[in-house]
């Protein structure tokens, strides 16, 4: 595949885009290569002629969000939604527990709260009592220091993060 320079008149957005693309193809030999010098050469240019998008193949349905829409079409009036991790109300609205409501009080009214970001790993406090309620306060590899925690963003996301550590 050949390389195309930008000139400084090329628009950031197209230098940016080039960039990206000479990544991603980078020791690629195959067909769609002319394709893609033609887009390196003014990425941002396709959009009007159509999408540099069209060619990508569509990923395979989330069955979580699929048991939604199932929810959803069922009409028995005792379906119970099993694909969200969330309570709703008889509407399907987001249902908020009273004593969630009561501790958002609590965090709300206290006035020596920090209101920075966490470090890195979490709230460590959070961490450690979550490893206490997990494993057990009696916990020999709590006692022997063998556990560590992180808090990480919800669902997927700390599955992601947990697998890609464990890999």
Not at 96 to 125: C, F, H, M, T, W
Not at 130 to 150: F, M, Q, W, Y
């Amino acid at each position: 595949m050949k390389t195309t320079e930008f000139s400084s008149s090329s628009s950031p957005s197209d230098r940016r885009v080039g960039a990206l693309l000479r990544h991603l193809t980078a020791g690629t030999d195959s067909p769609s290569t002319d394709r893609l010098s033609s887009v390196i050469a003014s990425p941002t240019s396709e959009v009007s002629s159509g999408s540099v998008f069209a060619h990508l193949v569509q990923a395979p349905e989330d069955p979580i969000l699929g048991m939604t829409i199932a929810y959803n079409k069922d009409p028995s009036p005792i379906k119970l939604n099993l694909g969200i991790g969330a309570y709703r109300t008889e509407e399907g609205k987001p249902l908020v527990l009273n004593v969630v409501r009561k501790a958002e009080q609590q965090l709300i009214n206290d006035s020596s709260r920090v209101k920075e970001y966490l470090p890195i790993v979490g709230l460590v406090e959070f961490n450690k009592l979550s490893a206490k309620l997990i494993l057990g306060a009696d916990s020999p590899a709590i006692r022997e220091n063998r556990v560590t925690t992180v808090e990480c963003l919800s669902g997927t996301g700390s599955l992601r993060v947990g697998g890609e550590v464990l890999a």
